[in-house]
């Protein structure tokens, strides 16, 4: 924004006036909309330009070592004043924002702690909402064990607080006006209500709140202006932050189902796309994706469109009769898995060239090259999940051991790195007691502990669990470490009992990991 100021100041007899200068937008209109779209920036917060820096080739395997400086996030002081009822209201609210170990990990902090924030300004339920997640990170302290928790829950008046805006951003959403606008707003607190609960290690609210975030967030493509195919081609570009909202909910029911957490028949996710829409999706994938954002993307899209495989193997679970008398016909599983593997590697492609060139070059953004590292590690295990039908294809696994080598190898690089950088800019230089709302490490090195045939391999995947302590969604890496620590004594056992091929594979199927909805807990059986 432009303005015009006069100066009456004379030089030579000339009058001089209508000196230009820049004005802020919070100086005027301080609830602008244009702060709030995503990863957009705004004269009204003070926010540094990084300095280009020129760094010199070095291996390929040789991590970038510069650290993240990030501006902090500068809020207009008469907007404070006006929406906070109290000073700890402020500091909670700063305290999300800040996201430090809390919050999107790699690629959703900016949507969590910067632009949902900035909603939150103008909506209570979302305001509340984010002074509650706040409040558990002053309860927690950056202890995101279950012994904290429950002292939390017995010692702290931060648990007290978080639960009383839970609850009042609840009730706000309730008495709202059934409206686009109110949709919008639940829409928001939904993801923030899932981070609260998984925080909590209630997994039955959280997997409640992502039943209830797609069904809204197939109400509002319903009600939306364009067509479901158009809208669908235009969120595969669009940063806006109501896409965003979208696609992460896609993501969030991809990570559910990831464990068979819960069926994908019970969701209808399916939904959203129909068949025609997945092709002409699949067809508008770009050859070559310019930076890790638009890849990232581009894989939660191909990852929810592969939900058909998951759907096909509810519908006949380990060949039981169907409804209609027929058993598993596996030329139907073939050639669903076939689409899925056929649409994953589609984007494989498109990724290897921005993947090449930063193992040639290196990238000087430290956080740049841990998203395509984490983006690489993603892929292998959702590979491995599909070209072995979860799983459930015998030869197929074993024909895997060099791809969870490979992750395993890449996790390594990523928690070292982590470990002695800041990738995040949050100030700390430890990858330890962290939470984010995405999937993560943790699912990844639990499907490498638990169904890698080679056992050195797996042996690696369990101690990194083991050493690195995080949350990521609904995976805990203390439990997934002590569920793989099991997992390789039962193997032992297996072995030495010198059972035949068939008796030890049907052993292995009969314990895999499971997750009891009404216990909400992971376990092995």
């Known amino acids: 924004m432009l303005g015009w100021s006069c100066s009456r100041q004379r030089m030579n007899g000339v009058l001089y006036f209508l000196r230009r200068r820049h004005v802020k937008c919070d100086e005027s209109k301080p609830y602008c909309q244009k702060c709030i779209k995503y990863a957009g920036s705004c004269e009204g917060y003070n926010s540094k330009p990084r300095a280009k820096r020129l760094s010199k080739s070095r291996d390929a395997t040789e991590p970038p070592k510069p650290a993240l400086e990030r501006a902090p996030l500068v809020f207009p002081k008469k907007i404070n004043e006006c929406v906070f009822a109290s000073q700890a209201e402020q500091e909670y609210f700063r305290a999300w924002c800040r996201g430090e170990g809390l919050g999107g990990g790699l690629f959703l902090q900016t949507l969590l702690t910067t632009s949902i924030a900035q909603l939150g300004f103008e909506e209570p339920p979302v305001r509340h909402a984010i002074i509650a997640l706040g409040c558990m990170k002053f309860a927690l302290a950056g202890n995101f064990s279950s012994a904290a928790l429950t002292n939390a829950k017995t010692d702290s008046l931060h648990y007290m607080n978080a639960l009383r805006h839970y609850c009042k951003s609840l009730k706000l959403l309730q008495q709202s006006t059934p409206g686009k606008r109110s949709l919008w707003n639940a829409m928001v607190c939904c993801i923030l209500f899932i981070a609260f609960e998984a925080i909590c290690n209630n997994k039955t609210s959280v997997i409640k709140h992502i039943r209830c975030g797609l069904a809204m967030a197939r109400q509002y493509i319903t009600a939306a202006e364009k067509p479901a195919g158009e809208l669908a081609l235009t969120s595969l570009t669009s940063h806006s932050m109501e896409h965003e909202i979208i696609h992460m909910f896609h993501r969030l029911d991809c990570h559910a189902k990831a464990m068979d957490i819960f069926q ?13 829409m997945a092709e002409q999706m699949c067809q508008a994938m770009p050859s070559t994706f310019k930076n890790a954002d638009e890849a990232h993307r581009w894989l939660g899209v191909m990852r929810f469109l592969m939900n058909s495989l998951g759907i096909h193997q509810a519908q006949h679970p380990d060949n039981t009769p169907a409804d209609n008398g027929a058993f598993l016909d596996e030329s139907s599983l073939f050639t669903t898995q076939d689409r899925c ?17 930063i193992r040639t070059f290196n990238y000087t953004n430290p956080k740049e090259y841990l998203r395509l590292l984490y983006l690489r ?31 395993v190898h890449l996790i390594e690089k990523v928690l070292a790195f982590i470990s002695l950088t800041d990738p995040y800019g949050e100030g700390t230089s430890s ?95």
């Open 377 to 407: 590690i993603e892929y292998l295990w959702t590979y491995c999940y599909v070209s072995t039908a979860k799983f459930r294809i015998r030869g197929a696994v074993y024909l895997c051991t060099a791809h969870f080598e490979e992750l």
């Open 431 to 525: 990858c330890g007691e962290a939470f984010a709302i995405e999937e993560g490490l943790v699912l990844a090195l639990f499907i490498a502990a638990v169904k890698c045939r080679d056992h050195d391999i797996q042996r690696r995947a369990v101690d990194l669990l083991g050493k690195y302590q995080t949350r990521n969604g609904l995976f805990d890496s203390r439990e997934c470490h002590a569920l793989a620590e099991w997992n390789l004594l039962l193997e032992e056992k297996c072995v030495s009992e010198q059972l035949d091929e068939d008796e030890y594979w049907n052993v292995m199927l009969s314990r895999r990991a499971s997750f009891d909805e009404i216990q909400c807990k992971l376990y092995a059986r």
């Open 341 to 357: 593997l056929a649409r994953l590697l589609l984007w494989s492609r498109s990724f290897q060239p921005l993947f090449d060139n």
């Open 264 to 276: 994908p028949c019970e969701v209808g996710s399916a939904a959203f796309y129909t068949d025609a």
